[in-house]
């Protein structure tokens, strides 16, 4: 059975840094890419950054590039996201989500994705 679990969020002053992970369990993690999804209140899903399976991939969008930082560790079976100069619109419940079949690289598109953690969230203030 696979688990995805997400861990390392919180409260942080505007201008801070928070570090989330993701240990998966029950999969071949370096069959798998993995990415970051967002979803504040009143709000759909959003993709924010993916990792191909062999790490050498990632996709970011807009608004995370040059203050996010996907990594994967597949000896922990963990992915990463360093965020950095945390905005208040960055406050979400985000989500990791591993995609076992396809490309080899991260889609965009929730659809794609086979399995999900349960959310952690995270809370900026202003």
């Known amino acids: 059975q696979v688990h995805l679990v997400e861990s390392g969020g919180g409260l942080v002053q505007a201008g801070g840094s928070l570090r989330l992970s993701c240990v998966a369990s029950g999969v071949t993690f370096s069959r798998n890419v993995m990415a970051w999804f967002r979803q504040s209140p009143g709000k759909e899903r959003e993709f924010v950054v993916g990792?191909?399976?062999?790490?050498?991939?990632?996709d970011y969008v807009d608004s995370a590039k040059g203050r996010f930082i996907i990594s994967r560790d597949t000896a922990k079976n963990t992915v990463y996201l360093q965020m950095n100069s945390l905005r208040p619109e960055d406050t979400a419940v985000y989500y990791c989500a591993a995609k076992t079949g396809g490309r080899s690289w991260p889609s965009r598109g929730i659809s794609e994705y086979d399995y999900w953690g349960p959310g952690t969230q995270v809370t900026v203030s202003s």
């Open positions: 990792i191909g399976r062999s790490g050498g991939y990632t």
